[in-house]
């Protein structure tokens, strides 16, 4: 038998190519079984070639009636169609009621989908490359040309160099690789090399309980190894969630450790309004671990904050941190008081910055805090992305970054283009415009043209070859029923029953005069065998495509069936839809005065 061109039609296989209705008794079953078998049982057929085909048909009669007479594979196949058959799992057979079969079976589906997490490793990769462009864009857009003084331990003088317009100042790379893990726990390998010295190995574990997430990470980097406990949106109560982390780092050589406790608490107003109230805190302790801990943090910080969700492009936030200066160098410190106001918008699929369209981060403190971010991307193909952001800082200066994404891979560009706020921005900004919509006249535009006309093609060509395989399955079971059809129409005709004239399957051009072209099918002969005690019936189904002899002759296309028959020397005539039933004969469809 051909196979089918829908999920439905799959689902519907095998009670349409038996013609029962699902909610057929095993009786029903077995007798449409067994006439079937007349028609496609080997031993009926002398033709090599017929007794081949028969073959290959009764193969699939039979596993139809295997599959609907047996009522444990019956409920899962009602229920997932034949891909839940060809799992090959195994239902308890002490399970009688439809429900229990399916509580087992979908405890048997988990079981193998955690068993086959267990062989995937996904692994994912980032490669940073960060440029200092600050001197060529300083002399393109400023024309000036900055000469820096070299001098000795002394203070003297002892040359003077300038700058190059343009070169690296850092490279990293990133790995990372998920081991397996069982049910919510995730646990993941990372490792990262830097040429500033920053190089990091990590191993990440989380698990996921009823009220939240637990984290344990573990690794090592150039100040020394470190434990990372966390606890991820802990859950108080339906609106309140926490989240707190412990970092613990040894310094080597220094024969001290830094306990850095960050926590935070949100709680949601409404369902666009949160507040936020977040501590830090930094301890030095000196080793080993039973020296007493220094009296004094050396950086702790309050943070409070509103935030305001208008929309998923939309969101606002205000709030205020406090913080203790303490001046160690190697520790970032904030000032005592500081007021803040972020504003975001995005613009893209459900508001992520990433999709296609364009974000604007703003954020504007006082006094430490002036920052302006924006940026856009766009989804070349399914596995590829580009996005790109230029990042303006009073503090920090302006930095341009190219992120392009493929697959699991990520290449992220960082341009580093001036100390602080200047024309380069809106150099970069309008360069950066011209740069995308030219690419995307010329490159992305006439790709996506081309990979979408070969999506096109491929699916043509496909569902071409599939009809024509449709076809020649209805074709060779239509040669099977020669004999039958002939044994049938002669009962028929001497009872004076159900004669078939002209059956016509698919989209119909007219159906007063029963026009035939590409897009309908003759089933004239498989109606006809179909007749049993001067009733045909057909009973409701997705697509009657399913049918002994029937093929889908144009998919995608709304389709009928149209059937011209005699009864009791009267013309009649009818047209149902493809998934209604049929019934004949009926007094309805009686031809008066034709």
């Known amino acids: 038998m051909a196979s089918r061109d829908s999920k439905e039609v799959i689902d519907q296989e095998y009670y349409s190519f038996l013609n029962v209705p699902k909610n057929a008794t095993n009786d029903e079953i077995k007798r449409s079984f067994h006439r079937l078998s007349l028609i496609y049982h080997p031993d009926k057929h002398t033709d090599d070639a ?31 169609g034949s891909k839940g058959l060809e799992n090959n799992l195994e239902v308890s057979l002490y399970n009688r009621t439809p429900a229990s079969i399916l509580e087992e ?27 200092d462009v600050s001197e060529g864009v300083g002399r393109f857009v400023h024309g000036v040309r900055k000469v820096y003084v070299q001098k000795d331990e002394t203070g003297r003088v002892v040359g003077m160099y300038a700058q190059r317009p343009v070169y690296v100042s850092g490279l990293a790379f990133q790995q990372r690789v998920n081991l397996p893990a069982m049910g919510t726990d995730r646990c993941d390998v990372s490792g990262t090399a830097d040429t500033e010295g920053d190089s990091t190995g990590c191993l990440h574990y989380s698990h996921a309980a009823g009220k939240g997430v637990y984290e344990v990470q573990v690794g090592a980097s150039k100040e020394g190894p470190n434990c990372k406990f966390i606890l991820s949106n802990w859950a108080l109560d339906v609106k309140t969630t926490v989240k707190a982390s412990l970092n613990n780092t040894y310094l080597i050589g220094k024969n001290q450790g830094i306990h850095k406790l960050e926590s935070s608490i949100t709680r949601w107003l409404s369902p666009t309004v949160s507040t936020r109230l977040s501590a830090n805190l930094s301890i030095i302790s000196t080793l080993p671990a039973s020296s007493l801990l220094l009296p004094f943090p050396l950086f702790s910080g309050l943070t409070a904050s509103i935030s305001w969700l208008r929309s998923s492009r939309h969101r606002y936030e205000l709030g205020a941190r406090a913080g203790l200066p303490v001046a160690i160098a190697s520790l970032r410190t904030s000032p005592a008081l500081a007021l803040f106001a972020n504003y975001r918008y995005t613009a893209g699929a459900d508001g992520a910055d990433d999709a296609n369209g364009v974000h604007v981060d703003a954020s504007l403190g ?16 399914p596995n590829t992305a580009l996005y790109s952001s230029l990042d303006i800082n009073l503090i920090h200066g302006s930095t341009y970054s190219i992120n392009i994404t493929r697959g699991s891979q990520t290449l992220n560009l960082s341009f580093y283009l001036s100390d602080g706020v200047d024309l380069s921005a809106l150099f970069v900004t309008l ?11 010329f490159v992305i535009g ?21 009809t024509e395989e449709n076809k020649r399955a209805a074709e060779a079971e239509m040669r099977l029923m020669r004999e039958w059809h002939y044994a049938v129409r002669e009962v028929e005709s001497g009872r004076d029953g159900v004669l078939i004239d002209t059956a016509l399957y698919g989209s119909l051009v007219s159906l007063e005069h029963g026009s035939q072209g590409d897009n309908v099918v003759d089933v004239t002969v498989a ?3 179909l ?26 296309q709304p389709k009928s069936l149209y059937v011209r028959y005699w009864f009791k020397g009267t013309a009649h005539e009818v047209t149902v839809p493809d998934s209604g039933n049929l ?12």
């Not at 017929?50 to 899962?76: N, W």
């Not at 079981?111 to 440029?131: I, N, Y």
């Not at 997705?542 to 144009?554: H, I, N, R, T, V």
């Open 50 to 80: 017929d007794k081949q085909t028969a073959q290959q048909t009764y193969v699939k009669l039979t596993k139809a009636y295997a599959v609907l007479r047996d009522p444990h594979l019956r409920v899962i196949y009602d229920c997932y």
């Open 105 to 131: 079976y979908e405890k048997i589906l988990a079981v193998k989908k955690c068993r086959d997490e267990l062989m995937a490793l996904q692994a994912s990769g980032t490669a940073s490359v960060r440029v």
């Open 366 to 381: 006082f006094p430490e805090i002036v920052r302006l971010r924006y940026g856009g991307g766009v989804t070349i193909d």
């Open 431 to 441: 360069v950066t415009l011209a740069g995308y919509a030219a690419l995307k006249r």
């Open 446 to 466: 006439p790709y996506r043209s081309w990979e979408e006309r070969k999506e096109r093609e491929k699916a043509d060509e496909e569902q071409r070859m599939r």
């Open 527 to 529: 109606l006809q065998c």
């Open 531 to 556: 007749v049993v005690d001067s009733k045909l019936i057909v009973v409701d189904s997705e697509s009657k495509a399913g049918l002994p002899g029937f093929y889908d002759p144009c998919p995608g």
């Open 583 to 594: 019934r004949v004969p009926r007094e309805c469809h009686r031809l008066v005065n034709r």
